[in-house]
């Protein structure tokens, strides 16, 4: 993402009367027949959170983007539907018009205050894609740790693609036969600070 668009991001955040754990900002925009809903909340200041919503006919899509870096790779778009793939892929079978648009329209937009728990979309689509895909990995929130399960290399790359959690972290987690657990409920939802507070793990 474009520092302009993250700075941005952070103006209008700073701007929201309601800062609570459920409260999100959120752009709406359309790309190639795809209907984009971008959410974004800095409840947590040392991981930003950033995802998107994808809606064409009736496939909807949920994935965490990481703010520093928007542009992932489409591997860990898990399961997204080829309907939606389709239309916002390049002609070469990348993504970059994609996620430019989604710094443009960022710089563009005035955002709606929102909230998890209350926006349709967002509840709807968590809860169809949780129905369908229980061991689904790409999940919204961090909710804590689990103890003597090292993380896998996958979900290192991951974590590290869709949420920004910094690579020196996350080798200290792996390094301590740790890994971190992601959770679609708001209210389980926990700071990378408290999720960490005793390990010894340095942000």
Do not use: C
């Not at 800062?19 to 959120?26: D, E, M, W």
């Not at 563009?108 to 129905?131: E, Q």
């Not at 200290?172 to 507070?197: A, C, E, F, G």
């Amino acid at each position: 993402m474009r520092q302009e668009a993250i700075q941005k991001l952070t103006r209008d955040w700073n701007n929201l009367q309601i800062k609570a754990r459920s409260s999100a900002l959120k752009y709406r925009f359309e790309f190639r027949n795809v209907n984009v809903n971008v959410y974004f909340d800095y409840y947590d200041e040392e991981m930003p959170n950033l995802s998107i919503i994808l809606v064409k006919d009736k496939d909807y899509y949920y994935t965490a983007l990481n703010i520093f870096n928007v542009n992932i790779h489409k591997e860990y778009l898990e399961a997204i539907p080829s309907n939606i793939l389709g239309n916002i892929e390049d002609d070469d079978y990348h993504l970059n018009g994609f996620f430019d648009e989604i710094d443009n329209q960022i710089l563009k937009l005035d955002p709606v205050g929102t909230s998890y728990t209350k926006d349709k979309i967002y509840k709807n689509t968590i809860k169809y894609t949780v129905a369908n895909n229980p061991n689904r990995k790409d999940l919204p929130f961090l909710s804590g740790l689990r103890h003597n399960e090292k993380m896998s290399e996958d979900t290192f790359k991951r974590l590290h693609a869709t949420f920004g959690i910094k690579n020196s972290v996350l080798k200290q987690i792996q390094d301590k036969k740790m890994t971190l657990v992601r959770t679609p409920y708001i209210d389980r939802r926990k700071d990378l600070v408290v999720v960490l507070n005793g390990t010894g793990i340095k942000l």
